[in-house]
């Protein structure tokens, strides 16, 4: 295949939505630009893959095309563009949290890049501040968390900043980690309003809420919230924690039916997904979930499951004892990778908190 055909499959794949689709599609057309060969047509498309990738759950995926562009953009500096290769280093940073393969010692390294290569340019330390802050939160080093958290709001913004919704959802998260539940959801109020927005926020906001929420045994508010933000995101690979956290309010309240709807759509896509960190926080929710069919009596629901799943039944039809106890072994399993690798023990605290939560005891 020639240059101009590569070009053109990249030309006709920008508009594409993001998806597994894309992703393949785009796959393709690397290996295409590899074998002509064309390195910079390689990166060009690898970049664009990284993109359809991060937006569409393909977190493996994403990583490694990243780590062939970063290469490529330190041996040939003058052939790229400098502030796309670091803007999207701060979203592989993220997804390497969410496959407990990929090392701390490994996380640390793109941290460190990240923040040389922003101040060694002249700009902020504000993004790097606030990727360490957001890293530490997710790996439950709260004290570093909250450290790079107040270095994070005191630097000044420039072009390599996050959007202000993006930077405002991320401080409603720290909150949220630090147990300042109350506070979260005041920081969330402009995302709520309509006054911030941006492609993925406030959709991704709706269901971060529902644990300070629930902590603060403030249900009413939380159904409210949940009657919003869950049609926007419903069967979406990008918000399966958020899913899963509304799942939570669901079992709460006893809304079976809704429930089961969420379960369903959320579980096909978990079944795609290649995030260890967001298949472990479905099957912790899953867990709540039949644990609560349990305490109602419910002894057996008919649920869609994806088939290579091996607690997969072709009649539909689980036994919820049954089903409850391989979801909470699997994100027994996942959740101890996880803290293996971070050192920590939130995986433990916060699947404990979730159950807690969801039966309301």
């Not at 630009?33 to 390195?39: G, L, N, T």
């Not at 991060?54 to 062939?68: L, R, T």
């Not at 300042?180 to 809420?209: D, F, N, V």
């Not at 290649?274 to 002894?299: H, K, M, P, R, Y």
Request: aromatic share 10%.
């Amino acid at each position: 295949m020639s240059h101009a055909e590569v070009v053109q499959m990249l030309l006709e794949s920008v508009d594409w939505e993001h998806s597994t689709q894309k992703v393949h599609f785009l796959e393709e057309a690397v290996k295409l630009a590899d074998a002509i060969p064309d390195q910079h047509l390689a990166y060009e498309v690898r970049m664009e893959l990284v993109t359809a990738a991060e937006f569409s759950g393909n977190y493996d995926i994403a990583f490694v095309a990243y780590s062939w562009c970063r290469n490529y953009s330190r041996n040939n500096p003058d052939k790229v563009d400098w502030q796309s290769v670091i803007w999207r280093l701060k979203w592989i940073v993220d997804l390497g949290l969410h496959v407990p393969s990929i090392s701390k010692a490994q996380i640390e390294e793109m941290l460190d890049d990240l923040e040389t290569s922003v101040t060694d340019n002249g700009y902020s330390p504000r993004p790097a501040h606030g990727c360490r802050a957001a890293i530490y939160r997710s790996m439950g080093m709260l004290d570093k968390a909250r450290e790079y958290g107040e270095k994070w709001l005191a630097s000044p913004r420039d072009s390599m900043t996050d959007c202000e919704a993006c930077e405002v959802h991320k401080d409603v998260l720290l909150k949220i980690a630090l147990g300042e539940s109350q506070r979260a959801i005041e920081i969330a109020r402009p995302l709520l309003e309509g006054e911030l927005s941006c492609t993925t926020k406030p959709e991704g906001t709706y269901g971060a809420l529902m644990i300070p929420l629930l902590r603060l045994g403030d249900v009413e508010r939380a159904i409210e919230l949940a009657r919003i933000g869950y049609p926007m995101i419903r069967g979406k690979k990008l918000y399966i924690w958020q899913l899963s956290d509304f799942l939570l309010l669901q079992t709460r309240t006893g809304q079976w039916e809704l429930a089961v709807d969420n379960f369903d759509s959320t579980a096909r896509v978990v079944g795609e997904a290649n995030s260890f960190q967001d298949q472990c926080d479905f099957f912790v929710a899953a867990t709540a979930l039949l644990s609560g069919f349990n305490d109602v009596g419910i002894e057996s629901q008919s649920l869609q499951l994806p088939k290579h799943w091996d607690c997969h039944r072709k009649d539909g039809i689980y036994d919820t004892a049954e089903l409850r106890t391989w979801f909470d072994g699997k994100s027994d399993e996942i959740g101890r990778q996880f803290d293996a690798r971070n050192g920590t023990d939130r995986f433990v605290t916060r699947k404990a908190e979730k159950l807690a939560l969801a039966s309301g005891k």
